[in-house]
């Protein structure tokens, strides 16, 4: 049960975002002719519109919101809703009770993900245009990853920091601040722009003048990203571990 | 009655910062007894209790819980299959519905018993298919009661259990409440309802400022407490009394009020000595020794 409850916690915030990104996918896919005016003074291939548009665009960017969202939640919360008593009565532990968050937190954000790889190339044929459904699934992986690194991330500020807004803005503020420093030259070296990671953008596995994912997938870079969102799931859940209530 | 301690605490301590919530309590509650924890607003009481589920980490002290460590993750856990608690917020998941929450509550216990759940869910009058943020203050009490009543726990906790309901409601609560005892439920109840407490406690423990002030049963209570008042035909002498038993004294222009435990025959004798024009002495009754145990010497 206590996988109803987490839910039944997050239900709404997943399927707003779900009908949020299925909505703006769709109207990108039926608007492209309009936006794609928007876009650029030169006419783009549907492929490179598409990766603009969704994949390097808006809809990289709320996603990555949702997944702070959906991150949002746990005990921290529950003391604020004064529940964290009744949850912390049960024979269960904290781990358990985060554990079980974390992977139906994890789940929404790969569905989400899969979302404009269903979307996508089920609608551009009733336009009249086509979308790989190779190129849509390989973004996916790429957006499941970095997601499940910003879910870990507004996850440890829920840890963190009690109030309603109070999490959610450092986890974007962090997202921020990660960003800023993959872009400045000391720390460039060291830190990949997970930005970029998920648009292809100056990666190498990704040809920016087709919109075409060229290459494989960056595993190392994969790998690291899950490691690093495993991490600071670790550091949220010893922090819980310590916590009074 | 078993002589058997369900809870005990030594030493046990809670600070935050530089303020300490919980004091070095040193608690005993026996089993199968109706133990009454009193204790002004902000004496500790839920503090304690939440370091006895595991809730808050004590800053010092040991304790078990059901004879299992209460600092200890997964001891506690073990110790909680076999508690129901009811917490002093009553706040409940505000998105399940009533017996959404009841079947959500009834899959982590062994000891749940559903015709109790279902005859419960009729007398407290809970529409099982509204949503916990749509009841009402009373009725999510009610509800928080009933997912603590439905099961046969070996220890009941109940913090401010009575807190939201009305006279007709509480006076079903305590019938319950000795109900459960009588069936070999040991229960410990938090409250500031002195009334309560002496309705259906066997033994009461008075906590201030974080510290257990008093521990007895109401037999004791009975039989040991007495107020001993000595009038002087002058000002009352600036006597300190050093005797065993005594718990406060007061001294007004005449008098000389002594609140004493076991030990009042003495305590008139002494009085009379030191030339005391009356010796009154009577019983006491919980209220009155609450409201000294917890007042602020002056």
New interface residues.
């Given amino acids: 049960?206590l996988w109803?409850?987490a839910w039944?916690?997050s239900?709404v915030r997943f399927l707003a975002s779900a009908v949020a990104l299925v909505v703006i996918c769709a109207s990108f896919v039926f608007f492209h002719h309009d936006a794609s005016g928007g876009i650029s003074d030169e006419p783009l291939s549907y492929p490179v519109y598409v990766w603009r548009i969704t994949y390097k665009g808006y809809l990289r960017e709320l996603f990555m919101i949702l997944a702070i969202l959906l991150g949002l939640g746990g005990l921290t919360r529950e003391r604020d809703?004064?529940?964290?008593?009744?949850t912390?009565?049960?024979?269960?532990?904290?781990w358990r009770l985060l554990a079980t968050r974390t992977v139906v937190g994890l789940g929404q954000v790969v569905l989400l993900a899969t979302l404009p790889a269903i979307v996508t190339p089920l609608l551009s044929p009733l336009i009249g245009q086509a979308y790989p459904s190779s190129q849509a699934w390989a973004f996916t992986i790429l957006w499941a990853t970095v997601g499940s690194l910003i879910f870990a991330m507004a996850l440890l500020a829920s840890v963190l920091f009690s109030g309603e807004f109070t999490a959610p803005v450092v986890a974007i503020l962090g997202l921020a601040a990660y960003s800023f420093l993959a872009d400045v030259r000391p720390f460039e070296r060291y830190l990949t722009d997970i930005h970029d990671v998920m648009s292809g953008v100056d990666m190498p596995y990704f040809a920016e003048r087709t919109g075409i994912l060229t290459g494989p997938l960056p595993r190392a870079t994969l790998f690291t990203v899950l490691l690093a969102a495993a991490a600071l799931i670790a550091v949220g859940a010893r922090i819980t571990?310590?916590q009074?209530? | 009655m078993s002589d058997a301690r369900v809870i005990e605490t030594h030493q046990l301590t809670k600070r935050f910062g530089q303020f300490a919530a919980v004091e070095a309590l040193d608690l005993n509650v026996r089993a199968q007894q109706i133990t009454g924890f009193l204790g002004r607003n902000g004496a500790g009481k839920s503090t304690t209790i939440?370091m006895l589920?595991?809730?808050?980490?004590p800053t010092s002290g040991t304790g078990s819980l059901l004879g299992k460590a209460i600092d200890d993750?997964?001891e506690n856990?073990?110790a909680?299959?076999n508690?129901a608690?009811v917490?002093?917020?009553k706040?409940?998941?505000?998105?399940?519905t009533v017996e959404e929450l009841i079947?959500?509550t009834r899959?982590?216990?062994a000891d749940w018993r559903p015709e109790v759940a279902q005859r419960l869910l009729g007398d407290y009058e809970l529409p099982p298919k509204r949503k916990v943020r749509a009841l009402s203050k009373g009725m999510r009490t009610k509800l928080?009661l009933l997912l603590a009543l439905s099961r046969k726990p070996e220890l009941l906790i109940l913090d401010e259990p009575s807190e939201g309901l009305d006279p007709v409601a509480i006076e079903e609560l305590l019938q319950r409440l000795v109900g459960a005892a009588s069936e070999g439920t040991t229960i410990f109840f938090s409250s500031h309802q002195i009334a309560e407490v002496e309705r259906i406690a066997d033994r009461v423990c008075i906590i201030d400022h974080g510290m257990l002030v008093e521990d007895f049963s109401l037999d004791e209570l009975q039989q040991d407490y007495r107020r001993v008042t000595l009038g002087f035909a002058t000002s009352a002498p600036v006597d300190e009394f050093r005797m065993p038993g005594i718990r406060r004294v007061h001294r007004a222009d005449r008098q000389l009020s002594v609140l004493v435990r076991g030990n009042a025959d003495a305590v008139a004798a002494h009085g009379r000595s030191m030339n005391a024009v009356s010796v009154d002495v009577v019983p006491i009754s919980l209220r009155e020794v609450f409201l000294e145990s917890v007042r602020s010497e002056s």
């Fill in positions: 049960m109803y409850k039944r916690e239900r809703q004064r529940t964290a008593g009744f912390l009565a049960l024979p269960v532990s904290r571990s310590r009074d209530f | 939440k589920l595991g809730m808050t980490h993750p997964k856990r073990e909680r299959r508690v608690y917490g002093e917020d706040q409940l998941y505000p998105y399940f079947r959500f899959s982590f216990y928080a």
